[in-house]
């Protein structure tokens, strides 16, 4: 099992090593563009939660996000339910900016897999059925690490 799961981990990485260079090419470096998508994912979130999510430190979270903040990709807001807490959430530009990264992402890998036989583009679907099923299990309702 060890061997399956090293050589599933590694192509992925080499996999989303590739695609994320799009990211940079938009000038977002990929701890970034991953925290900013985990914000117009969950929704408004708190730097804890987020921090969580990204597995950093809060006061890395906190420079990530004034980072977004400052290119007005994401605000920070009180959170209504804590008079000390903070949410992040996604600005308009914030999400285009994720989803025109997104679609390009995606056209990039479509193109690789129009290159399949159909019995490889089948192994492939089969396969991300499996890895989404994975990663799904044990995932908590809600992403924001507020209770609701």
């Known amino acids: 099992m060890e061997a399956v799961a090293e ?11 590739r695609l994320r260079s799009e990211g940079d090419a938009r000038g977002l470096s990929p701890p970034r563009l991953s925290a900013l998508s985990v914000v117009v994912d969950a929704g408004p979130i708190g730097i804890g939660a987020l921090a969580a999510a990204e597995g950093v430190s809060a006061p890395t979270m906190s420079r990530l996000v004034d980072g977004l ?7 920070r807001a009180a959170d209504p339910d804590d008079a000390r807490g903070v949410l992040v959430r996604a600005t308009v530009r914030g999400r285009r900016v994720r989803s025109e990264g997104r ?3 995606i056209r990039i890998l479509a193109a690789e897999l129009r290159r399949l036989s159909r019995d490889e583009l089948d192994t492939i679907r089969a396969g991300a059925e499996l890895i989404e099923h994975l990663g ?4 908590p309702h809600g992403r924001s690490g507020r209770s609701g």
């Open 69 to 75: 903040e400052r290119d007005a990709l994401v605000k």
């Open 136 to 139: 799904t299990r044990g995932e």
């Open 7 to 17: 050589r599933l981990h590694s192509a992925a990485l080499l996999l989303l090593r």
């Open 103 to 105: 679609r390009q992402r």
